[in-house]
């Protein structure tokens, strides 16, 4: 079971004992992400996340990494549009220590001046690494398509302009405003000794008082009717983000929607993979991906296609859409899908690592948690007439948003518009 303790000022921890496991995984979760930022600080959540690791109060960075890494251990931290999430992974006998580094980093960091100028060029190096890569570039272009005018829209690591004006100020007013107590959820997971671990978060977390903030920046849907942008570029392959607008996290329907995803991209047995794939040839990658947030949500087929075979995959990936609207899923086909959607979800539960960040996520982004069983029956519950209403609800050609990058010419665009027409 999960054990969650909340503290007066509304920090939260929660956490699973596995005693049949050699390790231990502990994470500290800011409801901070990139839907926090105005455009002229677009980025600063990924940048202050690459600061913390700079130095802290107590620790210097060589002292932060070796009193991790120089255990066994492993430490790392990643930026989303709604969170951001620091985490080790160490044998059971580190978990006072490792509290206290890592507490220390993320709360007490020094961000001294030469380090942001330091990391700035690094991060504006990822910036264009990135930019160079199609099947990252074709996601932000994407991205930009579905939330438009939205931080939601735009790169969690900032643009060059940016990033190349956030300031020292910036950074310690957005730490000071968000990495606060209503805004922590701490998560552990793993052979960990309950006594420690709760007297520790206790000691560092519920002393800090909250710097009230406003809350994240909601998206106001509206329909744009079908919309596709092209960005040309020489390269050997065309990558394609086409989807529709998704659901939130809680939605009743979000199994449904996991369902969905496993038939028709999720693995190498489903619908597109076996159709663009290993039968026609189209495309060496495809798959469909579901992305939830709180307040909104997209489902979209990625692909790497052939400069010369855009239409010939696109048509292939549109019959699939109509077909699954028009036939409800086989029992059999559905049982699959099911099969693979429990294993998938309770196998990643077994390593500590997978199960803090399960159980962080939720927590942080739910406000509850579900147990195996529980996540088990509501995935059982949906019927092939779920899937079919809710294809009909989202797979809607009048909505789609078609990104494209690739070497694809002139009239691109109006080419792929007059072909969504067609099927619409």
């Known amino acids: 079971m999960y054990k969650i303790i909340e503290y007066s000022n509304g920090a939260k921890l929660i956490y699973k004992k596995m005693p049949d496991v050699s390790s231990v995984s502990f994470g500290i979760w800011f409801n901070a992400g990139s839907r926090n930022e105005d455009m002229p600080i677009n980025g600063i ?13 107590n620790y210097t960075a060589d002292d932060i990494k070796i009193s ?13 549009e709604e969170n951001t999430c620091y985490y ?24 001294k001046k030469e380090d942001i100028e330091k990391e700035r060029t690094v991060i504006i190096e990822e910036i264009k690494m990135y930019k160079d890569l199609p099947q990252f570039q074709v996601q932000e272009l994407f991205d930009d398509m579905m939330w438009p005018n939205h931080p939601l829209g735009r790169n969690i690591a900032g643009s060059i302009k940016s990033v190349t004006g956030i300031g020292r100020g910036q950074i310690m007013d957005y730490h000071a405003s968000w990495y606060t107590p209503q805004h922590i959820v701490i998560a552990c997971a793993g052979n960990l000794d309950e006594d420690v671990l709760e007297a520790g978060v206790k000691s560092t977390f519920s002393k800090y008082k909250n710097n009230p903030k406003e809350a994240f920046k909601p998206f106001l849907s509206f329909d ?44 190498m047995s489903s619908r597109l993979f076996n159709e663009v794939r290993e039968k026609k040839g189209l495309a060496y990658e495809i798959a469909s991906h579901v992305k939830k947030l709180k307040d909104t949500g997209a489902f979209f087929v990625h692909a790497g296609i052939d400069n010369k075979k855009l ?39 077994d390593d500590s690592l997978d199960h803090m960040l399960w159980m962080g996520e939720s927590l942080m982004n739910l406000g509850f948690m579900q147990t195996k069983s529980e996540m088990q029956a509501h995935i059982e519950h949906v019927t092939s007439a779920d899937i079919q209403r809710l294809c009909k609800e989202i797979l809607r050609l009048d909505r789609l948003q078609f990104a494209v990058v690739g070497s694809q010419g002139r009239g691109a665009e109006e080419k792929i518009k007059d072909m969504i027409l067609k099927w619409i």
């Open 45 to 57: 959540s990924h940048f202050l996340e690459h600061l913390v690791f700079k130095g802290s109060k």
């Open 68 to 80: 991790i890494e120089g255990v066994g251990g492993s430490l790392n931290a990643f930026t989303s």
């Open 88 to 111: 080790a992974k160490f044998l059971a006998k580190h978990l006072k220590s490792v509290m206290k580094v890592l507490s220390d980093m993320v709360l007490c960091p020094l961000l």
């Open 224 to 267: 744009t009717g079908p919309q596709v942008r092209v960005i040309s570029k020489d390269i050997k392959q065309t990558h394609i983000n086409l989807g529709f607008p998704g659901l939130n996290r809680s939605h009743e329907d979000r199994y449904a929607l996991g369902l969905l995803n496993v038939i028709l991209g999720g693995n």
């Open 311 to 349: 239409t010939d995959a696109t048509v292939v990936i549109f019959k699939e859409f109509d077909r699954i609207r028009r036939e409800k899923v086989s029992s059999g086909e559905l049982r699959r899908a099911k099969d693979f959607f429990i294993a998938q979800s309770q196998m990643a539960l």
